[in-house]
């Protein structure tokens, strides 16, 4: 009959039946040696690791490193400057580095190569002067030689000290710069406001300007204008000259024609002794008046005879009527009617046998040429009076004339003078022209200057020719006006004889019957001075119509003779009181005749003094060259005229083109005004506020006083994992004697952590102190000590799951989780720096958790995260429980006498 199995013990039976073969372990002395020194295993790696990283940047001034200073220097705002100089005395002062100095570059890099340095420094040449400049194109170099497979951190130490030099090298650099800066600017601050002080100024003056330009630009505009009317009537001036000059020439030909004519006729007149046979005649003519009433009886018998002679005075009457008309409408048949005169004055003379049949014939030709005298008087005086009249007004108008060319010429001349000044300069044109017409816009007239000059020296030239022929036709003029008045005063002297004469004449025809005889010799000098008289009324030509009015005087005349011949011959009776009254004409005859004596006298005198005042041929001859010269230097002037009217054109422009252009400079430097500050904001600060204007103000949390501090968690947590791996050298975690063989699993684990537990936990205690010892910072005590051995408890279980789970291999498996670990807890660098693998492992292992609970207990990192880590921590050495508890295949049972520490046997 099969017995059946024995009841299996209970848990606590099971776990006291593994206790002996577990404390046999002790009884070896090797046991308790490797215990104790497994103990001190996690604290000895913290510590030596810890050291060897503790405080790295604190012992940088032993790191060897080369120094080449090969710098010049340089020169800047007349100062010499040594870059490299300074630099090396302040490495010198305070060194970064242990820097040793070297004679050149090669040398250095040499020590680099052979390892006596860790990287060398060169300060250049030409450090200085590129460093100073300050220029984007070229900058100071330091040359930084290392190498980085002779040590690593000792490059990433050269890199940080020459940027750290070159850092505070821009901040000197920067600072001297600012320095300079802020002097400078405080320059351009005074500059700027003298620039918009200037730019006011110059505001002010081009607002002036195009002020003066307007007034020069409208004084154009009249300058214009008055330059066409000035053109136009220097045109009619030339016109009017030209015609006044040919007038001139005309008049001074008229004159010297007429003073020819009156000298003729003076020297035609008879004279004292020419005319005194003639006063014997008319006083014998009226002796024998009285012995005429003793022949009354002959009278009576010629009575017939002299009614037949009147009606041939009537005829001739009558003829001498139809030439007077025909005289008065043929002005060149004067001479004819003074030859008739002539004439009358021969039959005067050749009939005086013939007194009674003749006397009326014979006197006729007398009357009828002292009728052609007096008309010829009268025109040539009413000529002399129209010629005098336009000779004052020509002697007005070239005294007025000679008076406003000089004013011209003189304006002409400054208006030349002002646009020659204004092509030397602008500015002065103002006062150079001032008081002129073109002194309003004078001030920018270098546009046109040179050819209005010359424009204005030509009108300048006419006008002053102009003014030389005006002021000689002035002075000419009036001489020729006093002549024509002598002329005229003579004409009329010369009238009122021929008037005179006319009279005497008519008044004594009848007396002068008995006296013909005596007459005759008188008459013939009469007929002398006629035909004298005939050549010089030729140029008296005006008298015509007051000729044909004495001539239909005679005619009535010669009528009333005929009717009282008739009367004569009926009344007989009256022939007494006819020669009663013959004798009285007589007397009247004789006194007709005297004062027809002293006129021809007095006009005789009075053609003396008009000849004697005729102007001299040579001045008419200046009259007329100065006509001439008048008409010439009008059509100058017109020229002139024109040419001022063409420059005051383009000066017009130009003051327009002139007026834009000032505005626009007005506009712009008004522009410029306002857009140059009034002042400028002074730069505040100072040169090493200015050069260091941005600074990063460090506020730390979760601080570390040093390297070797912030490792701590890091190595701390391998250290635990290290010394739980160690406990599988000494203890048996597969072993189990015979008999355990029924004992529980649950209890079989218990028992296989018991004794390695109180090891791990000893551990996490040694490492907390001993980091404690050597200064590391605890900001939470307890949660250091309880992270410790939550940790040490957690990596014990996973390297018993590990064994219990793959066997022998897991101890090895330990140990290269140890080295995954190492890269994938972000303990030295972010994870995040790390290859993704490693990122994904960073959160499923358990040494991040104990290194990041570690980090908050000791100095306050992962704030209120603390208990995750521990809980995740629980969950691990759960999860490692649970499979130990699961893992039954591995174990390895042997003798209780054969039960042992893997360090004395190799079983288990």
Do not use: C
Not at 402 to 410: D, E, I, Q, R, T
Not at 585 to 611: P, R, S, Y
Not at 755 to 773: E, S, W
């Amino acid at each position: 009959m099969t017995q059946p199995p024995p009841p299996r013990p209970s848990l606590r039976d099971s776990y006291r039946a593994l206790t002996p073969a577990e404390r046999g372990l002790w009884r070896y002395p090797i046991m308790w040696a490797a215990a104790l020194a497994f103990l001190f295993i996690p604290i000895t790696y913290v510590a030596v690791y810890l050291m060897s990283v503790w405080d790295p940047a604190g012992n940088l001034n032993r790191l060897p490193a080369a120094l080449v200073n090969l710098d010049r220097g340089t020169v800047s705002r007349g100062e010499q400057i040594n870059v490299g100089q300074d630099l090396v005395k302040e490495l010198r002062d305070d060194p970064p580095v242990n820097f040793r100095s070297y004679p050149s570059v090669a040398a250095a890099q040499q020590a680099v190569r052979d390892g006596e340095v860790y990287f060398a420094l060169t300060i250049p040449a030409d450090f200085s002067q590129k460093a100073v400049a300050g220029s984007s194109a070229q900058h100071g170099l330091l040359g930084l030689y290392r190498a980085p497979g002779l040590n690593y951190y000792a490059s990433t130490v050269a890199d940080r000290v020459a940027g750290t030099i070159a850092t505070n090298l821009n901040a000197t650099l920067g600072e001297n710069r600012w320095d300079v800066v802020q002097t400078s600017l405080k320059d351009v601050q005074d500059g700027f406001a003298d620039i918009r002080d200037a730019t006011r100024t110059l505001a002010d003056g081009a607002q002036s300007l195009t002020d003066g330009t307007r007034t020069l630009n409208n004084g154009a505009g009249d300058l214009q204008t008055g330059a066409g009317k000035l053109a136009g009537g220097a045109d009619k001036l030339a016109d009017g000259a030209g015609t006044l000059s040919s007038g001139v020439t005309r008049l001074t030909g008229g004159v010297t024609q007429l003073g020819s004519g009156l000298r003729q006729l003076e020297q035609a007149a008879p004279g004292r002794q020419q005319l005194q046979p003639l006063r014997d005649g008319a006083a014998t003519l009226t002796a024998g008046a009285t012995s005429l009433s003793g022949g009354l009886n002959k009278l009576a018998a010629g009575g017939d005879q002299l009614a037949a002679g009147a009606a041939k005075l009537n005829a001739g009457a009558t003829q001498v009527a139809g030439g007077s008309a025909q005289l008065a409408t043929q002005l060149p048949q004067l001479a004819a009617g003074l030859g008739d005169l002539n004439k009358g004055a021969q039959q005067l003379s050749g009939g005086a046998a013939q007194l009674r049949s003749g006397v009326a014939s014979g006197l006729k030709p007398a009357v009828d040429g002292a009728a052609q005298l007096q008309a010829g008087a009268q025109k040539l005086s009413g000529g002399l009076g129209q010629a005098r009249g336009g000779a004052q007004k020509a002697a007005d108008g070239a005294g007025q004339l000679a008076a406003g060319l000089p004013k011209l010429s003189s304006s002409l001349g400054q208006l030349q003078t002002g646009a020659q000044t204004l092509a030397g300069g602008a500015g002065q044109l103002s006062t150079a022209v001032k008081g002129t017409p073109a002194a309003p816009g004078a001030t920018n007239l270098q546009t046109g200057a040179t050819q209005l000059a010359g424009g204005l020296g030509q009108a300048q030239t006419a006008a002053q020719t102009a003014s030389s022929g005006a002021q000689q036709l002035a002075t000419q003029l009036p001489g020729l006006v006093s002549g024509l008045g002598d002329l005229q005063t003579g004409a009329n002297q010369l009238q009122a004889g021929a008037d005179k004469l006319q009279s005497g004449l008519t008044s004594g025809s009848k007396s002068l019957q008995d006296g013909a005889a005596q007459v005759q010799s008188g008459a013939q000098k009469l007929a002398q001075g006629a035909a004298s008289a005939q050549a010089g009324a030729q140029k008296a030509v005006t008298g015509a119509q007051q000729l044909a009015q004495g001539s239909t005087q005679v005619q009535s005349g010669a009528q009333s003779l005929q009717t009282g011949a008739k009367s004569l011959a009926d009344n007989t009776r009256k022939a007494a009181q006819g020669a009663q009254s013959l004798a009285g004409g007589a007397k009247d005859f004789q006194a007709g005749v005297n004062k027809l004596a002293d006129g021809n006298e007095k006009i005789k005198g009075a053609l003396g003094q008009i000849t004697a005042k005729l102007p001299a041929q040579k001045d008419l001859s200046s009259l007329n060259s100065g006509g001439k010269t008048l008409a010439s230097s009008a059509r100058q002037l017109a020229d002139g005229a024109s040419s001022l009217e063409s420059g005051t054109r383009t000066l017009k422009n130009g003051a327009g083109d002139l007026l834009d252009g000032a505005q626009k400079l007005t506009d712009g430097l008004n522009e410029l005004h306002d857009r140059v500050p009034a002042s400028i904001e002074q730069l505040g600060g100072d040169p090493t506020g200015l050069a260091e204007s941005v600074q990063v103000r460090t506020t730390n949390f979760a601080d570390v006083p040093n390297n070797g501090n912030a490792f701590a968690p890091y190595f701390i947590a391998l250290a635990l994992w290290v010394g739980a791996t160690m406990t599988t050298f000494i203890f048996p975690y597969l072993l189990l004697p015979e008999s355990g063989r029924q004992t529980r699993q649950a209890a079989r684990v218990a028992r296989k952590l018991t004794q390695p537990l109180l090891i791990v936990l000893g551990q996490a205690i040694i490492v907390v102190i001993g980091v404690r010892l050597m200064g590391v910072q605890f900001a939470t005590p307890g949660q250091v000590i309880l992270t410790t051995l939550a940790g040490s408890v957690t990596f014990l279980l996973v390297i018993l799951a590990l064994n219990l789970l793959i066997g022998p291999a897991g101890r090895i498996l330990a140990l290269v989780l140890l080295i995954v670990q190492l890269a994938a807890s972000g303990g030295s660098y972010p994870v995040e720096l790390s290859n993704p693998f490693f990122q994904t492992l960073h959160n499923v292992i358990p040494v991040t958790d104990v290194i990041n609970a570690l980090r908050h207990a000791m100095f306050g990192a992962f704030e209120g995260q603390y208990w995750t880590f521990m809980g995740r921590m629980g969950v691990v050495a759960l999860v490692s429980l649970t499979v130990a508890l699961l893992s039954r295949r591995r174990w390895v049972y042997t003798d209780d006498r054969n039960f042992r520490s893997p360090i004395i046997t190799d079983v288990g």
